[in-house]
């Protein structure tokens, strides 16, 4: 791989990283076409098979549609994928078949490769991965944050953090009222992690709900915007991540308010039975619960929501890669 910006990626491969990267998306790298990184977490962990396969599958077309390449990571056998291959998320999405997928942040990447596991990345692993590879732009559903009683419970995702360290711009429908919706923008304003409402609303989306009460602090209206938002970034130097909230479509709104309701009961619940206190179990748990209470309504949503996602962050990254030509 001759080119120089692949440089960080190729001497990570040539350390002997246990890195494999899909020959499309070595492509794509080689000659500069757009690429959008998408996460495995929300496939292990985050819904139900088989609509979990389903979604992965519209989500990577619905990144083709746009002209960009999708880049899906996670890890099998513990060696990153970087793109995979349809037996591979095959693979991955079957739960029932392949129980044991560790869901994979930042802190457990070493170990689970180390120990020879399969893992969904998180938004934070993605997040690495896509940096090291040179991958501009990640879309995802739900970012993590502050969950609710973080400021005593320290329950605070490592995605946060993350943004700080990789230069990718990642696309997301907000993060969902299972956290503490104000406290998370408080903390992304302390580590200075921009942030951007993509679209229509005034405020920071809400995952189900493109209204969370808080404004966001910018907002822009079109891909090249936002890619000039990355561009301007790093062209100045700052080498941390930039977090896009793209509100969900309009026709899933009024569902969404029906869906809080489910959300408030599922968090007290949590923190009745002990699972808030029970660290990454916590995430995928109220997913769940919220799923099963609203009998699989909030998932048509949470579907709607990455399949979106994925549209403008295909557009965004087709967007960047013209700025730089
Ligand atoms: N939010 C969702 N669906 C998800 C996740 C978050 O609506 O599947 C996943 C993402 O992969 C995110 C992770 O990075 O959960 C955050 O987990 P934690 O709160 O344990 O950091
Ligand atoms: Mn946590």
Not at 7 to 32: C, K, M, Q, W, Y
Request: proline share 5%; net charge neutral.
């Amino acid at each position: 791989m001759p080119m120089a910006k692949l440089h960080t990626l190729v001497s990570a491969l040539d350390r002997g990283a246990p890195i494999d990267l899909h020959p499309e998306v070595e492509d794509a790298l080689r000659t500069n076409k757009p690429l959008v990184a998408l996460e495995t977490t929300i496939i292990t962990h985050g819904m139900p098979y088989p609509v979990n396969l389903d979604t992965a599958r519209s989500v990577e077309q619905n990144v083709r549609s746009t002209g960009a390449i999708p880049a899906t990571i996670g890890v099998l056998g513990g060696r990153v994928k970087i793109g995979l291959e349809a037996s591979q998320l095959e693979y991955l999405a079957d739960t029932k078949a392949n129980p044991n997928s560790v869901k994979l942040s930042r802190r457990d990447i070493a170990s689970a490769i180390a120990l020879g596991k399969d893992g969904g990345t998180t938004c934070s692993s993605t997040l690495i991965f896509a940096a090291l590879a040179g991958i501009k732009v990640f879309a995802t559903g739900g970012l993590g944050g502050v969950h609710r009683g973080g400021e005593s419970s320290m329950d605070v995702s490592a995605d946060l953090q993350e943004l700080t360290r990789c230069p990718v711009g990642l696309v997301s429908a907000g993060v969902k009222s299972i956290l503490d919706i104000g406290r998370t923008l408080e903390y992304l304003e302390t580590l200075g992690v921009p942030v951007l409402t993509y679209g229509k609303s005034a405020d920071f989306p809400a995952f189900y709900s493109p209204r969370s009460g808080f404004k966001s602090p910018w907002r822009v209206h079109d891909p090249e915007t936002a890619a000039n938002v990355l561009f301007t970034q790093w062209k100045l130097g700052m080498t941390n991540g930039v977090l896009f909230g793209v509100p969900i479509p309009e026709e899933y709104e009024a569902v969404g308010e029906k869906l809080q309701e489910a959300v408030e009961k599922a968090v007290i619940e949590s923190e009745e039975n002990g699972m808030s206190r029970r660290g990454k179990e916590a995430t995928p748990w109220l997913l769940k619960r919220v799923g099963d209470l609203t009998q699989g309504k909030s998932l048509a949503s949470n579907v709607a929501l990455i399949e979106n996602t994925a549209l403008k962050g295909g557009m965004i990254a087709v967007a960047y890669t013209n700025l730089q030509q």
